[in-house]
């Protein structure tokens, strides 16, 4: 069988059982895409550790991508479509996790500063220092993670009720992040800069 015909597969099993599975879905795509057109027991080890090594230093993706290939060829095998897996034996050693980074309030400050001068287009676009400004203020005041921040419209944002929210996050759950009164100023006062300038919603 095609391998792309068996990533599909595996997708759409995973996906039935009410599962994203986005991430894994990507990795595996690249892999398919990478290798091509081939039948799945024809894929050497030699493909497969050219696809984990990537290009440039061993990083955590590494490992992201071996446990991918260790549950398409589960699959593949517990159907009958690959006899064995390619997959190599020995396991690098994960890098050092990153250390977590708080930065001080006069970090902060300079930041913002900063995104004063930060106007530039994108695919287009103009990108606004302030758009940089409110993401800052955001992702300090409130922990929310860079995608739900960025996931925002402006229906989930309840600036009276001093409310945020968060919707389909991780385990397809959405939550309310209270925001403080100086928090919400800043974003009434983007949003309506926003409005000025057409942007979207």
């Not at 986005?22 to 894929?43: K, W």
């Not at 090594?53 to 009958?80: C, D, E, I, N, V």
């Not at 900063?114 to 409110?134: C, Q």
């Not at 928090?183 to 009434?188: G, N, Q, R």
Request: hydrophobic share 45%; net charge positive; proline share 5%.
């Amino acid at each position: 069988m095609k391998l792309a015909t068996v990533v599909n597969e595996l997708v759409a099993y995973k996906r039935s059982l009410g599962m994203r599975y986005e991430s894994t879905a990507q990795l595996l795509g690249s892999f398919s895409n990478a290798l091509g057109d081939m039948e799945i027991h024809d894929v050497a080890p030699a493909q497969v550790k050219a696809y984990l090594a990537g290009r440039g230093q061993l990083t955590s993706l590494w490992h992201k991508k071996h446990s991918a290939l260790t549950l398409l060829y589960r699959f593949a095998m517990a159907r009958g479509y690959a006899e064995s897996a390619p997959l190599p034996t020995t396991i690098p050693k994960q890098p050092p996790p990153c250390s977590p980074y708080i930065f001080s309030v006069d970090e902060i400050r300079r930041l913002m500063l900063a995104t004063d001068e930060f106007n530039t287009v994108r695919a287009g676009r103009m990108l606004l220092g302030s758009t940089l400004r409110i993401m800052i203020l955001l992702l300090y005041g409130t922990g929310m993670r860079m995608g739900e921040a960025l996931s925002l419209v402006l229906e989930d944002v309840d600036l009276p009720a001093y409310l945020l929210t968060v919707r389909d996050t991780k385990f397809f759950k959405s939550r309310l992040v209270p925001i403080g009164a100086r928090l919400a100023s800043e974003l009434d006062a983007y949003r309506k800069e926003r409005c000025r300038l057409h942007g979207p919603v």
